[in-house]
């Protein structure tokens, strides 16, 4: 289980355009990773909306924003168009980086159990993690993440 002031997990993935993304690119900056179940559905789209709404503040104070569920780069590619949204999405489709940031796990929806994507964010700098979010708020999550790292 990873805590705030661990080592962030080093990735190297394929983003929506089937860019590599790695977790040193990022070193200068401080990244919001986060981790979402699927493209396009209520809860995920505000979250995605609220930080694509906010990004120039976010790039501004030096952030960078990635999104990362297990949704195929069509997939991302069709979401990023419906929604304009201005940042990298990594297709985990096989969710390597999502287990290895603790994300993938037993889900409870309207009784049933399944598995299935943990919504976390985590904010990492230097290759570090600052902040972890386990209860992320989808539709004020820029404004969550600034007032806990100030």
């Known amino acids: 289980m990873l805590k705030e002031g661990d080592a962030a997990p080093y990735f190297k993935a394929l983003d929506q355009n089937g860019k590599s993304i790695e977790l040193n690119d ?3 900056k401080k990244l919001i990773l986060y981790f979402y179940p699927k493209d396009d559905t209520p809860g995920c789209t505000k979250e995605a909306c609220n930080l694509r709404d906010n990004y120039s503040d976010l790039v501004k104070d ?3 924003v990635v999104g990362v569920s297990a949704d195929d ?3 991302h590619i069709k979401f990023i168009n419906k929604y304009n949204l201005p940042f990298s999405l990594i297709a985990d489709t096989d969710k390597t980086l999502i287990e290895a940031y603790g994300c993938w796990g037993l889900k409870k929806f309207m ?8 919504r976390k964010t985590f904010v990492i700098q230097n290759q570090k993690i ?8 989808t ?12």
């Not at 009784?111 to 943990?118: A, V």
């Not at 539709?139 to 100030?150: E, G, M, P, S």
Request: hydrophobic share 30%; net charge neutral; no cysteine.
């Open 130 to 137: 600052l902040k972890i979010f386990e209860k992320v708020k």
């Open 26 to 28: 990022f070193s200068n």
């Open 62 to 64: 030096n952030f960078e």
């Open 139 to 150: 539709t004020d999550h820029y404004q969550q993440i600034l007032d806990a790292l100030n």
């Open 73 to 75: 780069s069509k997939k």
């Open 111 to 118: 009784g049933r159990e399944y598995e299935g994507i943990h």
